[in-house]
């Protein structure tokens, strides 16, 4: 596709329950992020994908939320047991794994927890 | 040590003018310093970025302006538009951009007509 793309848009679900948020990135692109942004606050990183390996998974806030990547492509952000303070924006991105790190967004999936 | 610390929170600036947005940093092993635009409901979108071995980059009306000694680096918008209303982060990464981005909190800026 011509961008990184992000399903479902938005999701409201009920204290508790688990929800599993869904990143395609671009074509190509071996290196896959992902962020929170809270509302009108800067973005948070997560976790962080080089091809299906995770080096870096310091930003995930408790054990309820993993995240795993298959064939180098779609990514699955996993929250178990949701709560309140989780909702949020989640976004994605991808940069090439090669030259300039450039890491382009997706729109995001809002997720709003009752 | 990890912090980017962005000023102001949020800026009114007249058409025509100059729009100025101030971050600074204390990981000196940051060398990747992007600036990201972002639309209400839209994912930030990449504007202008410089690594720490150049002064200043510009693009257009944006010019990025760096001071690696003073660990401070700021984004310039001349000839301020309507159309350049939206919230601007500043962020900061190790490794050329291939790590994790720590942004700043963000500027909303409005441009006045």
């Known amino acids: 596709g011509a961008g990184v793309s992000q399903s479902p848009s938005n999701k409201v679900t009920e204290k508790g329950k688990d929800v599993e948020l869904r990143c395609d990135p671009i074509?190509?692109?071996?290196?896959l992020y992902w962020y929170r942004q809270r509302l009108g606050q800067g973005l948070e990183f997560l976790i962080y994908?080089?091809?299906?390996?995770?080096?870096?998974k310091s930003g995930l806030p408790s054990d309820r939320f993993s995240a795993e990547r298959t064939g180098e492509s779609v990514s699955t952000l996993t929250i178990q047991r949701t709560q309140q303070e989780d909702s949020a924006v989640y976004l994605c991105?991808?940069?090439?794994?090669?030259?300039?790190?450039?890491?382009?967004f997706g729109p995001g999936t809002r997720l709003l927890v009752l | 040590q990890q912090q980017v610390k962005q000023s102001p929170q949020s800026l009114i600036v007249q058409k025509g003018g100059i729009s100025i947005i101030n971050c600074a940093y204390e990981?000196?092993?940051?060398?990747?310093f992007p600036w990201y635009q972002q639309f209400p409901g839209k994912g930030p979108a990449l504007l202008i970025a410089?690594?720490?071995?150049?002064s200043e980059k510009k693009e257009g009306r944006f010019t990025i302006s760096f001071n690696k000694s003073a660990k401070q680096f700021s984004l310039h918008i001349m000839d301020s538009q309507p159309g350049d209303s939206a919230t601007y982060f500043c962020?900061?990464?190790?490794?050329?951009?291939?790590?994790?981005?720590?942004f700043g909190a963000g500027t909303r800026l409005a441009v006045h007509p």
């Open positions: 991105a991808s940069s090439l794994g090669r030259g300039i790190g450039t890491q382009y």
């Open positions: 074509s190509g692109h071996t290196a």
């Open positions: 994908f080089q091809g299906n390996s995770a080096p870096d």
């Open positions: 990981n000196t092993a940051f060398d990747y």
């Open positions: 410089i690594r720490p071995d150049v």
């Open positions: 962020a900061a990464s190790e490794s050329g951009g291939y790590n994790k981005l720590i």
